[in-house]
């Protein structure tokens, strides 16, 4: 399992965006062209209103990567290293020589969680001799030595692989990849660390899948495309909502919108069917005369 699942980590592409998120060739032509910032972002806020993203810089620009000349779905990232944009990616791991991200994460805490384990067996299973080194009980042969070695490079390891698989089980709770712990996705109402959290049960599902019988097996069943991802907090704009009895949600649209709203599919999302939604409403007549628009705020959080 342990070589089953570092063969996964290393040869498992990372996964880049999709052929949507790519700007099409007018707009590519015309983006290029534009030398004002402003115009460039409003070429890419028309390209972007249809696309699945929530967050964007802290400077609520639209994220676009000019290397790969699209257009980064939410928790993607450019890899300097691979040069090429990757799906939730987490970081760049050089004792793999791959990125950890949205295709190969799961292989990379199952590789973390076996290699912890042998570790822990082959100090358990020298420990006997090395304790009979220390005490003179060990024949006086070269091999000692080694038993001394290799204990010591099994404990180390242990130790160091346990610091690292313990702050990824932690970053999985919180569903946060590294660089978001560092750098807080923006969203429309600021940073937020916690703002794809679903809560610690469905941040695993969301990791490891439906089937707690494959959780264990380096076989890929995370959910979701890697492009669109639920998220804690959904700010809407009443006005545009329609209110099925379905609880379908709809675009919001506005004229100062410093970022496009995408269509709301989370209603739809497995990890999503059994939560509730409220409203944050006021009296109706101080609506109408101050014209303000109310929030729908979607609690993802059971």
């Not at 964007?56 to 620009?61: D, E």
């Not at 042969?141 to 390891?157: C, D, E």
């Not at 599902?205 to 439906?210: H, L």
């Amino acid at each position: 399992m342990f070589v089953w699942s570092y063969g996964k980590t290393i040869f498992t592409s990372p996964a880049s965006p999709s052929n949507e998120f790519c700007l099409s060739k007018a707009d590519k032509e015309q983006y290029e062209k534009e030398e004002r910032p402003e115009s460039q972002q409003e070429i890419l806020r028309r390209a972007a209103k249809d696309l699945p993203i929530y967050t964007t810089t802290a400077s609520r620009a639209i994220r676009y990567c000019d290397r790969c000349q699209l257009i980064k779905p939410d928790r993607c990232h450019h890899c300097s290293a691979c040069d090429i944009c990757v799906l939730k990616m987490d970081h760049h791991c050089p004792w793999v020589n791959n990125c950890v991200g949205f295709s190969n994460y799961k292989f990379f805490l199952l590789f973390l969680m076996y290699s912890l384990l042998y570790c822990l067996f082959v100090a358990a299973t020298v420990l006997q001799y090395f304790i009979k080194f220390w005490t003179n009980e060990l024949p006086d042969t070269h091999a000692k030595f080694h038993v001394l070695f290799l204990f010591f490079v099994a404990a180390m390891f242990f130790i160091s692989i346990l610091s690292l698989f313990s702050y990824h089980c932690w970053l999985v709770g919180k569903n946060r990849s590294t660089i978001e712990t560092f750098r807080a996705p923006t969203f429309r109402n600021g940073p937020d660390k916690n703002g794809f959290s679903l809560g610690c049960s469905k941040n695993l599902r969301e990791v490891f899948g439906d089937e707690k019988k494959y959780w264990l097996l380096p076989i890929f069943t995370s959910l979701g495309d890697g492009c669109n991802f639920p998220t804690r907090l959904v700010i809407m704009d009443p006005e545009q909502l329609t209110v099925s009895s379905q609880n379908e949600p709809a675009k919001s649209s506005g004229a100062n919108q410093p970022f496009p709203t995408r269509p709301l599919s989370e209603s739809k999302n497995r990890l999503l069917a059994s939560d509730s939604q409220w409203v944050e409403s006021g009296p109706e007549d101080e609506n109408v005369k101050s014209g303000t628009k109310k929030h729908i705020i979607v609690s993802l959080e059971s």
